[in-house]
């Protein structure tokens, strides 16, 4: 089959629940796009969605919005999928994962039949599993499949950082890394505010206690969503202003640095499984890693961290595809 040249302002959505629909909505408020197709198994609701939003097309930028079938993504810069069974109250990222991988063994071979050729940007949780799995059935480079990570999870920290401080949080320059989940760790030693170390800055704004406000703010960030998902059964708006900062690094060439979720190469010794780590995004995906000051507890972590998904992987018998 030939290779079709990519049409680099049009993306497609695969699933249309909370998260793909929101991940929607942001991407047609960007102004990145000029063609956006949305496929789901239920046809009513991507038509439903691609109606409502396309309605608000007089007050945005013009944008050609529709439902489609995998045929359409041949030609689309980003293929986003945010298609899967969605985390329940009292449920881990995790204890999603027989459901949702069986849903990329379907999804992602169809991909694989249209040659696609674009960035694969991996949404539905388990993400670093999914990720992993796409990588595995896609057939496309690593660079071209990767996962939105921790990239909501730093922006969490920076977030819950910026209230602690009285800060912008766009001052705040911090990572979460490793697992998007219960094992991710707050890279707290390479922690800064526009370059002061973040101790010093703490202290600057009278705040001494710094174990403990580290402690209870990483708990926090780790606890967020299923302190959403207690609330409101589900989180989406966080994850898709996520996405949409993802596609504009990719569109725009941006080579931003973000801590998405790749298939690891060694860096700290950790090889085939997937996990968050920074890296420099541009239009072909992920360029390269950028190498984070780590201490001896935060890199025993993240080898810990790549320990638990390593488990997960081995029990799904992805190899066999």
Known sequence: MVTVEKNVRKVAIIGCGFVGAASAFALMESGLFSEMV???????????????ISHGMPFAKPMKIYAGDYDDIIDAAMVIVTAGAGQKPGET????????????KSIIPEIRKRNYNGVLLIVANPVDILTYT?????????????????????????????????????????????EHGDSEIAAWSSVNVSGVPLNRFCEMRGHYEHAKAMQKIADDVKNSAYEIIEKKK?????IAMSVRRICEAVILDQKSV?????????????????????????????????????????????LQSANTLKDVIASLDLESE
């Open 258 to 302: 973000l801590p998405v979720s790749t298939v690891q190469q060694g860096m700290f010794g950790i090889r085939d499984v997937a996990l968050s780590m920074p890296a420099i995004v541009g239009k072909h995906g992920v360029e390269t890693q950028v190498p984070i000051s780590l201490n001896g507890e935060e890199t025993a972590a993240l």
């Open 234 to 238: 589900a989180t989406y708006y966080g």
């Open 38 to 52: 949305l496929i789901d198994a239920d046809r009513n609701r991507a038509e439903g969605e691609a109606l409502d």
């Open 134 to 178: 796409a990588a595995k059935l896609s057939g496309l480079p690593n660079n071209q499949v990767f996962g939105s990570g921790t990239v909501l999870d730093s922006a969490r920290l920076k977030y819950q950082l910026g209230e602690h401080l009285g800060v912008d949080s766009r001052s705040v320059h911090a990572f979460v890394i490793g």
């Open 93 to 104: 990222r995790l204890d999603l994962v027989k459901k949702n991988v069986a849903i990329f």
